[in-house]
């Protein structure tokens, strides 16, 4: 008897740690963050799945760095770390595995794992949804249906964004945009048990609000917390209402788990070359006494708040419009050979980089040619209603502003040279796009560039 009692204590005081864990609050000192996971690779809608200490990933990647509107995006790649900090790429999900077809169309899903089986439920666009299967988390994965499990009509708003809650043996589909919808999955994970529900998210005077897309769900202590992008609400049922609590951390679609039964993390899409190739955040995510989020206050959207281009890794969406070449001669260094005195080079379209908060652009450079003179110009836009749909044309240099900055020719050493975002006659709320000829009037030699930063 004594020691079933003593056995009983132990188990108490387990549970307890364990719990005292869950709902550690404050911020935690060790808790790592790590501000791009796979940089210039393109990865976005991060969708995480823990399994023995490894966090595996389904990612949607985008198509290209040239990409202009539309978030074209062609395939799903399986990621994994068993660390936080180093990934291992394992392979690619096509859409041509699905009843997709050959289409751009791999937005968002989720990833979960039921009898010994692993579910991949996938967006169609902002179509549909449907849902793939595999035997192991980074195997091959087959269509389940051949046909979407949630059909656009099946409820008022475009059923896509899935994310997958599972609580008690109970695996509860969560979509939607504007207003969310869940529903129970079958045990097969073929339908759904239940009609869809709407979810109600609610302000502070009681007025139901209208959300973002791509849901997110966890649940912490007593609370259930429904996060999409960079706001969040709060609830004491899963199927609410919920009461908004406002900003989250800074970011896109997001993704939870929690590492080793102990920290939450996030991780979350950022703007790593463009607002269309973009990059994936790993954050921790704290907690106040009431269960509201703690908001660091360095807390960003990584790159920003500004732009810095290093070019450790690629050129980083930079490439030739005319009159020279565009290469990676090492780590850091961008460069072209000059075969026409008009050379321009231009960046990555979207840079989505907020003028408001940024006022100079640095550029570090070393020119190997005649020239005394380079130009820059940049093109911005101001977000209206249609800022995400209308997209942007390949904009025509000729017509735009040009900033002349004298610059040492035949230059041994890099030098940095310095603007005001403010030289420039119209600068809108976000800075879209740049184009630099970095060696005016000279056909011969060469150019690098170390460095171009917005700040």
């Known amino acids: ?35 791009i996971i796979v940089p210039e690779h393109g990865m976005a809608d991060p969708h995480a799945w823990v399994k023995n200490d490894t966090v595996f ?34 392979k690619s999900i096509l859409p ?30 902002n179509i549909d949804t449907g849902v793939m299967v595999s035997d192991k988390i980074d195997g091959e994965y087959k269509d389940l249906l051949g046909k979407p499990l949630l059909p656009k009509g099946i409820v008022p708003v475009n059923p896509y964004d899935p994310e997958i809650y599972i609580e008690n043996d109970v695996y509860t589909i969560c979509f939607g945009v ?17 009609k869809p529900t709407s979810i109600s998210v609610i302000d ?51 993704s939870f788990f929690q590492w080793k039964d102990q920290q939450w993390y996030v991780l979350q899409e950022n703007h790593d070359i463009s607002a269309f190739y973009r990059g994936a955040s790993l954050k921790p995510v704290f907690f106040n006494e009431d269960g509201t989020v703690i908001i660091p206050k360095d807390d960003r959207m990584y790159p920003g708040p500004g732009r810095n281009w290093k070019f450790e890794n690629s050129t980083m969406g930079w490439k030739s419009l005319q009159g020279t070449t565009v290469n990676l001669i090492e780590k850091g260094i961008l460069t072209g050979n000059l075969s026409g005195k008009k050379a321009i080079i231009e960046s990555a379209p979207w840079l989505y980089t907020d003028t408001r908060v940024c006022n100079k652009i640095s550029y570090t450079i070393k020119n190997n040619s005649a020239a005394t003179e380079m130009k ?23 017509k735009q502003e040009w900033i002349t900055i004298p610059i040492k020719s035949n230059s041994t050493e890099y030098v940095t040279y310095i603007i005001n975002l403010l030289d420039f006659k119209e600068v ?28």
């Open 96 to 125: 041509t595995q699905t009843y997709i077809g050959d289409q751009p169309n791999c937005w968002a899903g989720d990833i979960c794992e039921r009898d010994g089986k692993y579910y991949w439920f996938f967006s169609n666009r």
């Open 1 to 35: 008897m004594k020691n079933i009692s003593t056995l009983l204590i132990c188990v108490i005081i387990l549970l307890s740690c364990k719990q005292e864990k869950q709902l550690f609050v404050g911020v935690n000192p060790n808790a790592l963050k790590v501000d």
């Open 178 to 194: 504007n207003t969310y919808y869940m529903a129970t999955l079958s045990k097969n994970m073929k339908s759904l048990e239940s």
């Open 428 to 455: 809108n709320a976000r800075l879209m796009q740049m184009a630099v000829q970095p060696a005016c009037n000279a056909d011969s030699g060469t150019w690098e560039i170390k460095n171009i930063s917005v700040f």
């Open 376 to 398: 820059v110009a940049i093109y911005s836009r101001n977000e209206d209603a249609s800022f995400w749909t209308s997209g942007t044309k390949s904009i025509d240099w000729e």
């Open 57 to 90: 990933i389904i990612a949607g990647h985008d198509k290209s760095w040239d990409a202009k509107s539309a978030f074209p995006m062609d395939r799903w790649e399986i990621w994994s770390s068993a660390d936080l900090i180093n990934w291992n790429f394992h």
């Open 204 to 254: 502070a005077t009681g007025k139901e609000i209208s959300t973002d897309d791509k849901p997110t769900l966890f649940k912490r202590g007593d609370w259930y917390y429904l996060v999409y992008g960079n706001k969040y609400a709060m609830a004491k049922k899963l199927y609410g209402p919920y009461n908004f609590k406002g900003a989250f951390l800074a970011g896109g679609h997001t």
